[in-house]
């Protein structure tokens, strides 16, 4: 590992305060040692990865790590800080800070040797002698493995599987082991991946659980012999990216985490999987679709239920998309007066322009009829995964016929999850554990469901949608600005996070019963999510030398992406320098989203962008609002950034060069 890093590469009195000077102080060893040609490119690089999800990890560590094209060589910074540095770890600051630096076409040799440190991480003895040693060329050599002191020495770059991982019989009159096996996989595939591995064997070591683990990181991955799989009782899938051939473990107790969780909680997990096998709880078939964060068990109830929202609302958002985009150009060709065409399978003529838009209505009609039962059975889903798709879709099915509107959509899911999670927890014969998925869970769920959504909670969350409806109806004047703000605020505080979603939730919403204020909110919304990647395109154009080369690249970009209405197209910008950056973009928004709800603009399609303009109620206006979002974001951002440049050298005379070292985002 010698070519990883040397003691130049090694700060054991790390004075950085934030992560980000962190970065820029190891970056700066690296520069110096050859290994990174461009620090600002590989500082941006860093903090995108770093805001896809936090490097810290308990136990004071900081892993700060990414992939760039400004990496010449595989390369390791370590620093050491006495005061700690917040990495966004649950129990605290670190001390302990590794810079891990990959090129975009990083070998596997190298690879595996950081896989094999980030395995040492999880040796408290190896953690423990970093903080005791201060001089760098024996802390370079500990992280290198020539230490004999720590226990075990180097690590190797795949912990060994147990005894029996080949699914053999225990000797004779011993009892079966309980058999887990299961996959790791972070976005880098660097540090994350091979840490939850290590966690994962030794809390598996700890319970006397045979457990065989794949990792699925940068350097590849060894499957998991087929045997291994078939013998193994439970499986888990600690994960931030797709498991490559997940099919492989369709049938099995399943427990679906991120990656994280495996590396905090991992005994958790364990003591999970062994529960569901002894329910009897199984996986089917699994799909190609992205993996959802439902949430762990050791998260806050308010961070569990904000992610079973967001489940259900991103399997909601396709049907809203076809419905309400077929419903607009209905609209568009036809007019409004095409919602009272008679239905296309008794009438249609090929001929008929009228024919073509009452069928695209229609059709969109049918789509929008799916939003409330697809929203509760996916956050049903969210919550117990499968068992909960029938009484959620159910319970949703009758929010509608109930007028409950998206309201009763929200709560009937919550309603299938809940009542799907008391189900579960009975102790059920091993006899009838084979028919609990399939018939007994889906029957007494569904009824459950069915008599609290008719009886008990339908017409009390009825009336409050009445009533939303018909507040959204009458804004006007400065109660409408005043939503414009908070929504255009909204949806550019996190570039197309959870706050961004909740509100395009609420305008989606209103687009299940359609009024002149609803329509004027989802115009409002779909205006400001323009403006941040709008603005920051702009302000690349006009004081490029603000930026640097990666980030005026990605402006270029950012004209296309804001035009389209991907919100995220200011991301790398926002995680560069977050507080320069989100609050320009969020002056913007609101500045958007006042603008075109005091325009009285309107949108009956459910997303936003150029292409949507000849749909939009007073179309010209509608521009010259995401035009006066864009000049306010991109007005800020230029005044901010020079004002920080010209601080900054001021600064430089008259400090020590070690000390004038200023961070990306301050």
């Not at 130049?8 to 690296?30: C, H, I, N, Y």
């Not at 903090?47 to 136990?59: H, I, N, S, Y």
């Not at 990792?215 to 990216?241: E, K, N, Y």
């Not at 929202?309 to 409004?336: C, D, E, H, N, W």
Request: charged content about 15%.
């Amino acid at each position: 590992m010698s070519e990883l890093i040397t003691a130049g590469l090694v700060d054991v009195d790390l004075s950085a305060e934030t992560k980000q000077a962190a970065a820029r102080s190891l970056a700066e060893r690296m520069v110096a040692a050859g290994r990174v040609t461009d620090i600002e490119g590989f500082l941006a690089d860093v903090a995108a990865r770093e805001a896809q999800m936090p490097t810290g990890l308990d136990g004071g560590i900081g892993i700060p790590h990414c992939r760039s094209e400004h990496v010449t060589a595989p390369t390791l910074a370590f620093g050491r800080s006495g005061s700690g540095i917040d990495f966004g770890a649950p129990d605290g600051p670190a001390d302990l800070i590794f810079l891990i630096a990959a090129p975009a076409g990083a070998d596997d040799d190298h690879l595996t040797i950081l896989s094999s440190l980030a395995r040492r991480l999880m040796d408290a003895e190896f953690t423990d002698a970093l903080r005791a040693e201060r001089d760098p060329a024996a802390v370079a050599a500990l992280i290198r493995g020539e230490e004999t002191a720590v226990r075990g020495g180097p690590a190797s770059p795949s912990a060994p599987a147990p005894a029996s991982a080949a699914g053999e019989a225990p000797a004779t009159g011993a009892p079966a082991p309980f058999r887990i096996v299961a996959v790791t996989s972070c976005p880098t595939g660097i540090a994350h991946t091979y840490m939850a591995a290590e966690s994962l064997q030794k809390a598996g070591e700890a319970a006397g659980v045979e457990l065989v683990v794949e990792t699925q990181g940068s350097a590849g991955f060894t499957r998991l012999d087929p045997r291994v799989i078939a013998a193994a009782d439970a499986v888990i899938l600690a994960h931030d990216v797709e498991v490559r051939e997940k099919d492989r473990f369709a049938g099995k107790p399943t427990v679906d985490v991120g990656v994280k969780a495996a590396i905090n909680r991992p005994a958790e997990l364990i003591a999970d999987a062994r529960g569901k096998a002894a329910r009897g709880e199984t996986t089917a078939a699994a799909t190609a679709t992205a993996p959802m964060d439902t949430g762990a068990p050791g998260d806050h109830f308010g961070t569990r239920l904000r992610k079973w929202l967001m489940t259900g609302v991103s399997y909601m958002v396709p049907f809203v998309a076809a419905g309400g985009l077929l419903i607009a150009l209905a609209f568009a060709i036809g007019g409004y007066e095409i919602n009272t065409a008679p239905s296309v399978a008794e009438h249609f003529v090929w001929t008929e322009t009228a024919s073509w838009a009452a069928l695209l209505f229609q059709i969109g009609g049918a789509a929008f009829g799916f939003l409330v039962p697809v929203l509760a059975g996916y956050i049903a889903y969210g919550m117990v995964d499968r068992p909960g798709l029938v009484p959620g879709i159910v319970g949703g099915a009758i929010a509608v016929t109930v007028n409950a509107g998206f309201l009763g959509g929200l709560a009937a899911g919550l309603i299938a999850g809940a009542v799907v999670m008391a189900i579960q927890r009975v102790n059920v014969p091993p006899v009838l554990r084979g028919v609990m998925p399939v018939v007994v869970i889906p029957l007494i769920s569904s009824a459950v469901v069915g008599f609290l959504m008719f009886v008990v909670v339908g017409k009390p969350i009825a009336s409050l949608q009445k009533a939303m409806t018909d507040w959204l109806s009458g804004l006007s004047g400065g109660n409408a600005v005043l939503l414009g703000v908070l929504l255009g605020l909204m949806m550019c505080f996190d570039l197309g996070g959870p706050v961004n979603k909740v509100a395009y939730a609420f305008a989606v919403g209103g687009l299940a019963t359609p009024t002149d204020g609803s329509l004027k909110v989802m115009a409002a919304v779909m205006a400001a999510g323009m403006v941040p990647p709008l603005g920051m395109a702009l302000a690349t154009t006009v004081r490029g030398k603000l930026f640097t080369k990666t980030e005026r690249d990605n402006g270029k970009a950012a004209w296309v992406l804001g035009a389209s209405f991907i919100s995220e197209g200011a991301i790398p910008f926002a995680a560069a320098d977050p507080l320069r950056v989100i609050p320009s973009a969020m002056v913007g928004g609101a500045v958007t989203g006042a603008l075109s709800m005091a325009f009285d603009a309107t949108l009956r399609a459910p997303h936003g962008g150029i292409f949507v303009v000849p749909l939009i109620g007073q179309p010209l206006l509608y521009l010259l609002a995401i035009a006066a979002g864009t000049v306010v974001t991109a007005t800020l951002v230029v005044l901010l950034k020079s004002r920080r440049k010209a601080e900054t050298a001021a600064a430089a005379p008259a400090a020590p060069a070690a000390e004038a070292k200023v961070p990306a985002a301050v």
